[in-house]
């Protein structure tokens, strides 16, 4: 079996027991992107806190936001920890946003490959909140990766490398540019690995056994 076709069974498996994720969990693009920003170092549950923080004050609005203060907005996002930091980087996305005048379809006009550099040139905003950003919000061909992705995948023996973009790389090279089964790939991974693959995985209740390298050296000898 080639690694595509091992990438792509795990797929089918992942979605025939989960059935789709429907991710982001937002309203609209905006929200995503502040939540890929605030869901750094937590759970998503503070994250929905922070989020209907700024809901009640209607505040999920590039240009109503890019107005309030730094430290008005610290103490909305609260519940999500690091919330001074998280501030900043949240203004610091805002001025590029205004860049493009806030508007989605000029943003979405302009090459993901582009894009992605310049939302790694913004402080605080690494990789997986860029690509977040990116494939969630803008609906662009860019594969999430996450700790999640590299634990579920060294335990099903993928042999995945080290380095960020080479595991991205890895993904889309196997699976092809599309945006549709990256998104709900994505989803999947980080649902198998809260309900099974967690940090000591439930491998005697998990359907990937067949398909998995970690399962196999360690309870069938
Ligand atoms: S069998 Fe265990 S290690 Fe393998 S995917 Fe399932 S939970 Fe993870």
């Not at 992107?33 to 922070?50: D, F, H, R």
């Not at 790694?120 to 992705?149: C, H, M, Q, R, W």
Request: aromatic content about 16%; overall charge positive; glycine content about 4%.
């Amino acid at each position: 079996m080639t690694k595509r076709e091992k990438l792509l069974l795990i797929y089918e498996k992942l979605y025939d027991f989960y059935g789709p994720q429907y991710w982001w969990p937002a309203n609209n693009w905006f929200e995503v992107t502040i939540g890929a920003i605030l869901t750094q170092n937590t759970s998503w549950k503070n994250v929905e806190k922070a989020i209907n923080n700024l809901k009640s004050n209607n505040l999920i609005n590039p240009r109503k936001l890019y107005t309030i203060e730094k430290t008005e907005l610290a103490q909305m996002i609260k519940p999500c920890g690091f919330y001074n930091l998280k501030s900043e980087r949240i203004k610091n996305f805002l001025e590029w946003l205004k860049k493009y005048d806030f508007d989605e379809l000029k943003i979405k006009n302009k090459s993901y490959i582009e894009l992605r550099r310049e939302l790694l040139k913004i402080k605080g905003i690494g990789k997986e909140t860029a690509d977040s950003i990116l494939l969630y919000a803008f609906n662009f061909p860019v594969f999430v990766v996450d700790s999640y992705t590299k634990r579920l995948f060294d335990r099903l023996g993928l042999g995945l490398p080290e380095d960020y973009d080479e595991i991205q790389e890895f993904f889309e090279a196997s699976l092809g540019k599309n945006e549709k089964l990256y998104n709900e790939y994505h989803a999947l991974i980080v649902k198998h690995s809260k309900e099974f693959c967690k940090k000591k995985p439930n491998c005697f209740d998990c359907f990937l056994q067949s398909e998995c390298n970690f399962y196999k050296k360690e309870f069938r000898r």
